[in-house]
């Protein structure tokens, strides 16, 4: 009979200790993304000219597809967002807040978010007490543009676009 080499016996516990490693389940990973629709109100509105400061909510749903957490997402997500914002005109503005992204059966995130506007793209960053990143990119339809040059400015808009969760 004949017995391992001592290579071997040397090999044999680094091998294990790899495989221990590749094996080893992760934290909980995030890696999911909405295809949201938002309906927006400011308050007091926003103007072409003349700077103002105020509020800003934001309530509606998302398709979300991903991990969210370690558990598979395919579904409708409620999503929600309030916070400060300006002082800001149409087209450049920003604010701080929160997002609240509730997914039935799985769980839900809130996050502390900053959004800045740029013409009738909006862009989201943040991030989840979790460690999860927020990032989103929506677009406002032209007639906010249109709004914003009347009399009562932009009140109330639609935004839409994509609202991702990642990292944790």
Request: glycine share 16%; with cysteine; aromatic share 4%.
């Amino acid at each position: 009979m004949r017995f391992a080499s001592s290579r071997m016996m040397m090999v044999a516990p680094a091998a294990v200790f790899t495989l221990a490693l590749v094996a080893a389940p992760a934290d909980a990973a995030t890696s999911l993304r909405c295809n949201a629709a938002l309906s927006v109100r400011y308050g007091p509105a926003l103007h072409a000219a003349g700077p103002t400061a105020g509020r800003f909510t934001g309530f509606g749903s998302g398709d979300c597809s991903g991990t969210f957490r370690n558990a598979g997402v395919s579904g409708s997500a409620t999503i929600a967002e309030d916070g400060s914002r300006g002082p800001g005109v149409c087209g450049a503005d920003q604010g701080e807040g929160t997002l609240s992204l509730v997914l039935p059966g799985a769980g839900s995130a809130l996050a502390s978010i900053h959004y800045a506007s740029a013409g009738l793209g909006i862009t989201l960053s943040g991030s989840t007490a979790q460690g999860e990143q927020v990032t989103g990119q929506l677009t406002m339809p032209f007639s906010s543009a249109l709004a914003c040059a009347s009399g009562p400015g932009l009140g109330t808009t639609s935004a839409s676009g994509t609202i991702e969760l990642s990292g944790g």
